[in-house]
Nanobody
Framework: QVQLVESGGGLVQAGGSLTLSCAAS????????MGWFRQAPGKEREFVAA????????RYADLVKGRFTISRDNAKNTVVLQMSSLKPEDTAVYYC???????????????WGQGTQVTVSS
């Protein structure tokens, strides 16, 4: 089992940057694939990025490819989402998730953080 806590959300102007962090508890962090998802008001939760256990393989949603970077540090039990060139449509609650498969489908992730709000003003 793993517990996840996100941090780093906030208000940023369009074109700006923000870095989200997710701290995981437990000794099994390195056995999980880690992902970031987001959910805007009135919309379904959507995939943002994911990274495999070693950090050597990543996947991104087309909407964020080239602007967001996911990374992890297994020694520190953390996963980071660096976001740049932010757009108002990136506004959402961002969730960190842990799962067993490198996949865009949120249903394969069994553990979730509480979320952190990201607001991008125009």
């Amino acid at each position: 089992q793993v517990q996840l806590v996100e941090s780093g959300g906030g208000l940023v102007q369009a074109g700006g940057s923000l870095t989200l962090s997710c701290a995981a508890s437990g000794r099994t962090f390195s056995t999980y694939v880690m992902g970031w998802f987001r959910q805007a008001p009135g919309k379904e939760r959507e995939f943002v990025a994911a990274i495999n256990r070693s950090g050597g393989s990543t996947r991104y949603a087309d909407l964020v490819k080239g602007r967001f970077t996911i990374s992890r540090d297994n020694a520190k039990n953390t996963v980071v989402l660096q976001m740049s060139s932010l757009k108002p449509e990136d506004t959402a609650v961002y969730y960190c998730a842990a799962g067993l498969y490198l996949h865009y489908n949120y249903s394969v992730y069994g553990y979730w953080g509480q979320g952190t709000q990201v607001t991008v003003s125009s």
